[in-house]
């Protein structure tokens, strides 16, 4: 027996998408303005966590990197877009055009430098540093603070 999809208006697909903070305030389709406002939700309070345990510069201090964007503001991208409920680490440059970083970072970061070959790029820094010390050097922050 085929199941039939059912069109409730708090479908699981509608339901995710009314929950995600990452969700923006869009202009009107005629309009030549860029959305003017996105909702952030909770990711304030997780971005004021992320700098009282310094996670970038913890990160930052065991990654060396040339690339534009450091190791540890990649990750606290990351950070942010997991907790809105998206697991994998691609199309962080999707999130990144829907949120307003420099408010949440304190630091504007070009989607464009969000491309999943840097995201990539980024995991080999974190794995030739060491992900087990990386993590044990952030707990520590947090019993510190």
């Not at 509608?14 to 909702?39: G, H, L, Q, Y």
């Not at 950070?79 to 990144?96: H, M, N, Q, V």
């Amino acid at each position: 027996m085929e199941r039939e999809h059912s069109a409730h208006p708090l479908s699981d697909d509608s339901r995710d998408k009314a929950n995600r903070p990452s969700e923006i305030a869009a202009t009107d389709d005629n309009s030549s303005e860029s959305p003017s406002a996105c909702v952030v939700g909770f990711l304030p309070i997780i971005a004021q966590y992320m700098k009282r345990l310094r996670i970038k510069e913890i990160i930052d201090e065991n990654t060396p990197s040339q690339m534009r964007v450091s190791c540890g503001s990649m990750v606290e991208v990351m950070i942010l877009d997991t907790l809105c409920g998206r697991s994998p680490f691609y199309r962080l440059e999707d999130f990144a055009r829907r949120m307003d970083l420099e408010l949440l970072l304190g630091r504007a970061i070009a989607p464009s430098e969000l491309r999943d070959h840097n995201v990539g790029r980024v995991m080999d820094h974190i794995h030739k540093a060491g992900a087990h010390r990386l993590f044990m050097d952030i707990a520590q922050e947090a019993v510190r603070v």
